[in-house]
Structures are given as C-alpha cells and as structure tokens.
C-alpha cells in the first residue's frame, strides 16, 4: 500500500524497514507504549490476526505513524483498530494535516478491506463528525521519586490495606517468565466472567518487549497470591494484567501488588504510574479512585463501513449478562481452555 500527495507519501510498514518507527514514537509527545512497532509482531505471532502499520515519510523522514490491526470474529463482526488489544492508539504525526493524511488512508483501507467500522483508541477528540465512545476512562498520575510520598498521598483507608498487605508478609519478586502471573490473572478473570487469552499471547509480549514488559508476582510463604504483568515507556509504568488469588481479598494482596509496583517503579526512575483503562462506575474504576487517582476520558472515534452504528461488545451490554455468569461457573483449567479462541477476537 503506498499513497502521495504533496510529497508525503503513506505506506506500510515492514520488517525491513528498520527501527526508524520506534525512533519516532520514542521521540513524539503523545506517543504511547501501545504505538510501539512490536505490536505488529505481537497481532501476528499471539493472535493470528493482520496488523496494518502505516507510516507517513516526505524527504526520507517519518512523519507520522498509525498501528492498525484487522480482527475478524462471526460473534463480534470484523474491525480494523488502533490499537487492537490495546487501550490507547490513533495517529501520531508533526502536525495535524499529516495525522488527515494517516486518518483517510485508514478509512481507505477499511473501506477496501469492507470491515464494519474503523476504530481510533485517541487520547484527545480528534474527529468531530465521527461518532464517539466515552465507555472508557483511564487513570493516569505523578508519583514522587519518595515511596514515602508516595505511599502518604494514597488516601488513609486505601493506605491500611497497603499496611495490612505489608503486616500479612506479602512479599514482591519479578520473574523471568510470565507463567506464574499468568495462572494467577487467568484465576481472575475467570471470577469475573471474562473469557482468558492465551498463555502463548503473554510469552510473546515479553518476547517482544523484553525489559519493557515485566511480570511482578505477590508471594506469602512462597505461594503466589497476586500478580500483574507491566508495560514500561520512557518514565512511565503501565500495569496492564492483573489479579489475585481466592486469598488476596482477606490478604489485601491487589492493594499491596500495586503499592509494590509503585515502589519499585520509583526505583527505576519513574515518574508515572499509568493505572490503565476502566469503564466508568464499575469497579476497578472505584477501585483506581480510592487511590487518589482522577479519570481523564478517552475518545474511541469510529468511521463506520458496513456498520449503522457504533458498537457496544463489553460486558455491560446486558445481552451477556447470561453468558457471564455462566463462565464463572467454569471449572478453571476448561475456562484456559476455551477462553483464548473467544479472547483472540475481542479486539
């Protein structure tokens, strides 16, 4: 795919060009973890699905950058997004008439490729006759080089969970692989009704990303009790999957995980913790705010194609309700087993 006007030439992106678009991400202001060029080999290698990275050039510099993937599912429909999986994306350009440029050549693209909509994750509006999800919002805040500060500027009651976590002799180790935070989320989400990825999908995220992905585990007496799995980018810290054990609650293990993500993210040099995408008023959005967090909404644009209207493939559509509770029921090793065929086309 290949496309010029005015000198600036849009085309796709591919294995031998290079680390020019990760340069380019590094570098931009709103570039975000999820517009890194691996996510193209993550779609590809975890879930099989055909990723579209587009890239803007004139004079033989990049200009601008848009990640695409194509998820086609018979339950869910067929989409094109940025980022799929993901809870940010969109274009990345100099300025706004190279972002146009990206935008349209993505519209093309679904239109030729007959999906039923294109899906831009932005962090900001950036078309206003597109129709717009406001779902989502996602929980971003400073933190203090002082885990002392830290620690003081989390609320009081949300504070004694982190102290009664420390009290119980919670203890936190980062591991080599990823299997062990795995069991632990996929015991999670089970609880909650939400059908699993794949174990191969978190092995290729580290594959990819290496020190940028790290898996904490929250052990007591050596046995795992929660976990997360973070996406590191430039001086943030982004814990993405998470959970806990039947025994977390009473340990108040979540609480202490991300207090100890934090401490040792401060550690590294952090300044940012990226608490992630919530729906509004469930719980992990209540949750984020008892740790002092305020939400920033996100703009999910959508160009329809075959589509007449945006779609609403989440758990709070109440036509999954049954499907949910249903799922929670599931034995854990069957809800393994049969969740990743689902959650590969959940997008």
Known sequence: MSTQAHDLEIREWGESDGGAWDVFVEAHPEATFFHYSGWKTVLERAFRHRAYFLYARRDGAIRGVLPLGRVRSRLFGDALISTPFCVYGGALAVDEEVARRLEDAACALAERLGVDHLELRNLRRRRADWPCKDLYVTFRKEIDPDPEVNLAAVPRKQRAMIRKGIK???????DADTDTVYDVYSESVRNLGTPVFSRRYFRVLKEVFGGRCEALTITRGGRPVAGVLSFYFRDEVIPYYGGGTAAARALAGNDFLY????????????????????????????????????????????????????????PLNPKYRLFIEAWKRLPLGLSRRLGPPIARNLG
């Open 259 to 314: 207090w100890e993500l934090m401490r040792r993210a401060c550690a590294r040099g952090c300044r940012v913790f990226d608490f992630g995408r919530s729906k509004r008023d469930v719980g992990s959005y209540r949750f984020k705010k008892h740790w002092g967090f305020e939400p920033r909404p996100l703009f999910y644009e959508y160009h329809l194609v075959r589509a007449r209207e945006v779609p609403d493939v989440n």
């Open 168 to 174: 119980a002799g919670l203890e936190g180790r980062i």
